[in-house]
C-alpha cells in the first residue's frame, strides 16, 4: 500500500469512526428503523474517504515536488553544478530539512568530483614526468657510447631516483587503496624495531646528502605493520629532503616523531597535507606523502600532529589510540 493510501485511511478513519460510533448508540437508543441509518453511515463512509484523499493529496504535495526535483537531476547528463530547483511554495518545516539534506549532499557530491578530477590530473602529471625522465635517460645512455664510467654512474643515479618517485608515489596509492577497502589489521607492534628496520632502507640516501639518522626511545604500538611503515617512510623522506645536517626518529609508547634540524614547515600542516597542492611545501613532491601519513594515522584512530623540534626544524608526530 502506498504512502498516499495508508495517509488517506488514517484520515477517514479518523473522520468516520466517531461518526460510526455515535450513529449506532442513537440507533440502539431509538429503535428506529435501521435502512436509513446504514444509507447514512456509507455516506459518511464515502465523504470520509473522500476527505482523507483530499487531504492526504495537500500533505504529500511538497514530497511529491521534491521527488520530482530529484527525478529530473538524475535525468541530467552531467553531474558538476548539481542543485535542487526552488520549490513552487513554502514547503513544510521537515520537507525543508530534507531538501536541505539534500541540497548538502548535492554540495559534497560535486566536491568529491572535483576533487576526484583534481587527483587523476595530479596523478597523470607526477607519474608522467619521472617516467619520462627515465624513458629519456634510459634512451641516452642507449646512444652515449663515449659517455665515461663517472657520467654514465650519473645518469643511473638520476634514472634510479626518478623510478623511484613513481615507485614512492604507487607505494601511497596503494596504502590509500587499502585503506579504502578495510579498516586496518591491528597487531601489537614494537616501534623501536620498527623504525630500525626502516631507518636501514635511508641509511644509503642519508649518507649521500651527509646527514646523520638515528632512533631514540622505545615503546609499543597497535597498528597495521605495513600501513605504519609507509607513515614513517613518508615522514622520513619528507625530513631527509630538507634536514641540513641531521634527521631523528623518537619513539614512545604509542607514538612515533620525526624531526630534523632544517628550516620547519612552511605552511601549517593541515595544508600541506592536501594532495596534490602545489606551493612552497610541495615542490619536487605531489603532497601525497604527508596526506597517506596523516590518513593512516586517523585509520587507526589516531592523528598526525606538528610540533617543536628540539633540533630547531620541523616534528611531524604519529600519535596512536592508547590500549
Same mark, same amino acid.
Given at each position: 500500500?502506498?504512502?498516499?493510501?495508508?495517509?488517506?485511511?488514517?484520515?477517514?478513519?479518523?473522520?468516520?469512526? *466517531?461518526?460510526?460510533?455515535?450513529?449506532?448508540?442513537?440507533?440502539?437508543?431509538?429503535?428506529?428503523?435501521?435502512?436509513?441509518?446504514?444509507?447514512?453511515?456509507?455516506?459518511?463512509?464515502?465523504?470520509?474517504?473522500?476527505?482523507?484523499?483530499?487531504?492526504?493529496?495537500?500533505?504529500?504535495? *511538497?514530497?511529491?515536488?521534491?521527488?520530482?526535483?530529484?527525478?529530473?537531476?538524475?535525468?541530467?547528463?552531467?553531474? !558538476?553544478?548539481?542543485?535542487?530547483?526552488?520549490?513552487?511554495?513554502? *514547503?513544510?518545516?521537515?520537507?525543508?530539512?530534507?531538501?536541505?539534506?539534500?541540497?548538502?549532499?548535492?554540495? =559534497?557530491? &560535486?566536491?568529491?568530483?572535483?576533487?576526484?578530477?583534481?587527483?587523476?590530473?595530479?596523478?597523470?602529471?607526477?607519474?608522467?614526468?619521472?617516467?619520462?625522465?627515465?624513458?629519456?635517460?634510459?634512451?641516452?645512455?642507449?646512444?652515449?657510447?663515449?659517455?665515461?664510467?663517472?657520467? =654514465?654512474?650519473?645518469?643511473?643515479?638520476?634514472?634510479?631516483?626518478?623510478?623511484?618517485?613513481?615507485?614512492?608515489?604507487?607505494?601511497?596509492?596503494?596504502?590509500?587503496?587499502?585503506?579504502?577497502?578495510?579498516?586496518?589489521?591491528?597487531?601489537?607492534?614494537?616501534?623501536?624495531?620498527?623504525?630500525?628496520?626502516?631507518?636501514?632502507?635511508?641509511?644509503?640516501?642519508? +649518507?649521500?646528502?651527509?646527514?646523520?639518522?638515528?632512533?631514540?626511545?622505545?615503546?609499543?604500538?597497535?597498528?597495521?605493520?605495513?600501513?605504519?611503515?609507509?607513515?614513517?617512510?613518508?615522514?622520513?623522506?619528507?625530513?631527509?629532503?630538507?634536514?641540513?645536517?641531521?634527521?631523528?626518529?623518537?619513539?614512545?609508547?604509542?607514538?612515533?616523531?620525526?624531526?630534523?634540524?632544517?628550516?620547519?614547515?612552511?605552511? *601549517?600542516?593541515?595544508?600541506?597535507?592536501?594532495?596534490?597542492? +602545489?606551493?612552497?611545501?610541495?615542490?619536487?613532491? &605531489?603532497?601525497?606523502?604527508?596526506?597517506?601519513? +596523516?590518513?593512516?594515522?586517523?585509520?587507526?584512530?589516531?592523528?598526525?600532529?606538528?610540533?617543536?623540534?628540539?633540533?630547531?626544524?620541523?616534528?611531524?608526530?604519529?600519535?596512536?589510540? !592508547?590500549?
Amino acid at each position: 500500500m502506498s504512502l498516499r493510501a495508508r495517509l488517506a485511511l488514517v484520515i477517514g478513519l479518523l473522520a468516520f469512526l *466517531p461518526n460510526l460510533v455515535l450513529a449506532l448508540t442513537l440507533g440502539l437508543l431509538g429503535e428506529g428503523p435501521w435502512l436509513p441509518l446504514l444509507l447514512w453511515l456509507a455516506f459518511l463512509a464515502l465523504v470520509s474517504a473522500g476527505v482523507g484523499y483530499f487531504l492526504a493529496q495537500g500533505l504529500l504535495r *511538497p514530497l511529491e515536488e521534491l521527488t520530482r526535483a530529484l527525478a529530473y537531476l538524475s535525468l541530467k547528463g552531467e553531474l !558538476k553544478g548539481l542543485h535542487l530547483p526552488a520549490p513552487k511554495e513554502p *514547503p513544510p518545516g521537515e520537507i525543508a530539512l530534507l531538501r536541505a539534506r539534500f541540497t548538502e549532499l548535492l554540495e =559534497r557530491l &560535486s566536491e568529491l568530483l572535483e576533487a576526484r578530477e583534481a587527483f587523476y590530473a595530479a596523478l597523470a602529471h607526477d607519474l608522467k614526468t619521472p617516467l619520462i625522465s627515465a624513458i629519456r635517460a634510459l634512451e641516452y645512455l642507449e646512444k652515449a657510447d663515449d659517455l665515461g664510467k663517472e657520467g =654514465r654512474l650519473a645518469l643511473l643515479g638520476n634514472l634510479k631516483e626518478e623510478l623511484s618517485r613513481a615507485y614512492r608515489l604507487v607505494e601511497n596509492l596503494l596504502a590509500l587503496s587499502r585503506l579504502e577497502a578495510r579498516p586496518p589489521q591491528k597487531e601489537t607492534l614494537n616501534l623501536r624495531a620498527l623504525a630500525e628496520d626502516l631507518l636501514l632502507r635511508y641509511q644509503e640516501e642519508a +649518507q649521500k646528502r651527509g646527514l646523520r639518522l638515528n632512533v631514540d626511545g622505545a615503546g609499543l604500538g597497535r597498528g597495521e605493520r605495513l600501513l605504519l611503515e609507509r607513515a614513517l617512510a613518508n615522514l622520513l623522506e619528507n625530513a631527509l629532503r630538507h634536514a641540513k645536517t641531521r634527521v631523528q626518529v623518537r619513539v614512545g609508547e604509542n607514538t612515533l616523531a620525526v624531526e630534523d634540524d632544517g628550516p620547519g614547515l612552511p605552511l *601549517p600542516l593541515e595544508v600541506l597535507a592536501k594532495p596534490f597542492r +602545489q606551493g612552497p611545501g610541495h615542490r619536487g613532491s &605531489s603532497g601525497l606523502g604527508l596526506y597517506t601519513a +596523516q590518513r593512516v594515522a586517523e585509520a587507526h584512530g589516531g592523528r598526525l600532529k606538528a610540533e617543536r623540534s628540539g633540533l630547531g626544524g620541523a616534528c611531524l608526530r604519529l600519535e596512536l589510540p !592508547k590500549g
